[in-house]
């Protein structure tokens, strides 16, 4: 349950920032794009892209090719799934918790009724 | 922005105090969350959630209202054993409130927010500090989806 929450962290930390999601935006758009071409459709500077490019790369999110003297980068769309997925095993974490909660204090609480009733008989 | 938060509820046919002693005391707690569990139940107090298969995630208390309210932050980086600090940890927060005999237990987590003073924290990754934590979960995990599905 825990490394779930852990694998979270990571792609969170790559995914959670406004300016990496647009990049994202772009290379899903056209497929593929170098640094250059996805600054171009941004407000920042290449420079600030290739920085992005090499987070979302250490996250697994996108893949660079090296065509000639550049690199054209795209989104690995079985990580971006992945990445859904387990920010959805956090929540149903959560849900199997709260339900070993309730099977533990329905019991506790069955007992003590139990227990309640005894008592009341040999009174 | 909208806050950050998972949030999850579910109706418990047992008593507030019940629900409460379950959520909070440690031979309960091993029962639905770490296999053991070291719990110092007051503000601030250590709290250390061990899994015999993974390690030992720390953890803080950080309010105890009995039998209403109870949170705690923990760690959620991939190094088990690591202390809590500003930006490692998430923030669990437990509400149970009475519905006729029985009881409504909510728990929301979020995290994340709470990065002050770690700005200047050289953890080592590039862009730390500019990492736009201040992000819903809900809405990252549906803009994950949604981007699946326009790139199908």
Redesign the interface.
């Known amino acids: 349950m825990t490394p779930a929450i852990a694998e979270v962290d990571e792609l969170w930390a790559a995914v959670g920032d406004p300016t990496r999601r647009r990049v994202l935006d772009v290379l899903l758009d056209r497929g593929e794009a170098t640094a250059t071409v996805v600054a171009g459709e941004l407000p920042v500077t290449r420079q600030a892209v290739a920085k992005h490019l090499a987070v979302l790369d250490r996250a697994g999110l996108v893949e660079g090719r090296r065509r000639g003297r550049e690199v054209r980068y795209a989104v690995r769309p079985e990580q971006l799934d992945a990445a859904a997925r387990s920010m959805a095993e956090v929540a149903a974490a959560w849900d199997t918790r709260l339900h070993a909660i309730k099977r533990i204090a329905e019991a506790a609480a069955a007992a003590q009724r139990q227990q309640d009733r005894t008592r009341k008989e040999t009174r | 922005m909208v806050p950050q938060r ?1 949030e ?3 109706l ?4 507030v105090e ?2 409460w ?3 909070t005391e440690p031979e ?1 707690i091993s ?4 296999d053991t569990v070291d719990l110092d139940l007051r503000p601030g107090g250590a709290a250390a ?1 061990s ?1 015999d298969d ?1 390690g030992t ?1 720390h953890g803080r208390v950080e309010r105890v209202e009995p039998p209403h309210f109870f949170s705690f932050r923990w760690v ?3 190094d088990p054993g690591a202390p809590v600090r500003d930006g490692n940890a ?1 923030l669990v927060e437990f509400s149970l409130s009475p519905e006729g005999d029985a ?1 409504r ?1 909510t ?1 929301v ?1 979020s995290g ?1 927010r709470d990065l002050s003073g770690s700005e200047d924290e050289n953890r080592g ?4 500090h ?4 201040d ?1 819903e ?1 809900g809405e ?2 549906e ?3 949604k ?2 599905r ?3």
């Open positions: 998972i999850r509820d579910i418990i046919d047992a008593p019940i629900v002693a379950v959520v309960h029962g639905w969350f770490s959630l899994w993974y995630v959620v980086h991939r998430t009881t237990l728990v987590e994340f990754h590039a862009d730390s500019r990492r736009g934590w992000h979960l990252l995990q803009y994950a989806e981007r699946m326009a790139g199908r």
